[in-house]
């Protein structure tokens, strides 16, 4: 059974420092990752989507890698801003059925 | 604009009471699922369907039911809810599955059985 974990937990920086989200899965046969944005008491939020053959995907001030033999994503977020607090989930999608969530980072960036 | 809309946004019951979520979405996607959020468990699939009429469960079925008659809608029933089952409910689409591209969801319901 598919698991994810992030690291860290929870994460508070001071507004313009570059800053890394680390996601980990356990089994390395997936059909793509998706990095989500969550704010307090909202939706989800797609932010990035990686497909298992691609290696990153960029938009904007984010960029997201993949390394599947080693189980492991990173969210890359350049220049954070107050704008940025918010919780961020990845997720695994095990060929379209399921959709395996890790527990989140909660970021907050101060101004 | 593509979203996918859930009602009622909050909701108060007593156990045992019968209630039902809705659900819909406007892309014309395949794929639909709904989610329930608690802390510290994170998001847990309740039940997805592939299609029309085409249904199956997810981690945690137990207490619910789901129909799709239609492309667009999928409800969530509680057909006698329990007060374990107070959470913040989700509802999201996507074309062949959640992560074939991008995921939407709804802006979720937050549910509390008394």
């Known amino acids: 059974k598919q698991e994810v974990t992030q690291i860290p937990a929870a994460l508070s920086v001071p507004e313009g420092e570059n800053l890394v989200l680390n996601c980990s899965f356990t089994d390395s046969a997936i059909y793509n990752l998706q990095w989500f944005r969550q704010d307090p008491g909202k939706g989800l939020t797609s932010l990035l989507l990686?497909?298992?053959?691609?290696r990153e995907q960029t938009s904007g001030r984010l960029n997201a890698s993949l390394d599947k033999s080693s189980g492991r994503s990173t969210l890359y977020i350049a220049a954070s801003q107050p704008g940025d607090s918010a919780t961020y989930l990845c997720a695994i999608d095990n060929y379209g059925q399921n959709f395996v969530f890790g527990p989140g980072t909660r970021l907050s960036v101060l101004p | 604009e593509a979203q996918v809309t859930q009602n009622p946004r909050y909701l108060i019951t007593v156990t045992g009471k019968k209630l039902t979520v809705t659900c819909s979405q406007n892309?014309?996607?395949?794929?639909m699922s709904w989610y329930r959020q608690d802390p510290g468990l994170g998001l847990r699939q309740i039940y997805y369907?592939?299609?029309?009429?085409?249904?199956d469960k997810g981690d945690v079925p137990e207490g619910y039911k789901v129909s799709r008659k239609e492309k667009r809608n999928f409800p969530l029933i509680l057909e006698s809810p329990s007060p374990n089952q107070t959470s913040l409910y989700f509802c999201?689409?996507?074309?062949?599955?959640?992560?074939?591209?991008?995921?939407?969801f709804g802006q979720g319901t937050r549910l509390t059985v008394v």
């Open positions: 892309m014309n996607h395949e794929y």
């Open positions: 990686i497909q298992s053959s691609q």
């Open positions: 999201a689409s996507g074309t062949r599955g959640l992560g074939d591209t991008e995921a939407f």
């Open positions: 369907s592939m299609n029309v009429e085409v249904t």
